[in-house]
């Protein structure tokens, strides 16, 4: 999310309705000379806040599932991993 943050910031400008045939550099730096290098990560809070528990939930159930095959007796490879996450 923090890596991926300016370009959705540049991508959400480019939608506006408010904008009409502007180019990515023209919106990079309008967002630049406005608010700065801190612009491109402008609504990061709210984006961690879904991305942060989801990924959570993502890595709890891979190991709970991969160790739950594991002890089953499964040897652990592709399946077990595919099958985990």
Known sequence: ALTT???EVVK???QSKNVLRRSI???VMQIWRSDGVLGFW???GP???GVVPARAVNF?????VKGHLL???YSEGPLVH???G
């Open 60 to 64: 709890w159930a891979y190991n709970a």
């Open 12 to 14: 959400t400008h480019l």
């Open 42 to 44: 402008r609504g990061i």
């Open 25 to 27: 550099s023209d919106v």
């Open 82 to 84: 595919m099958t985990g």
């Open 71 to 73: 002890s089953a007796g």
């Open 47 to 49: 984006m961690l806040a």
């Open 5 to 7: 943050c300016p370009l």
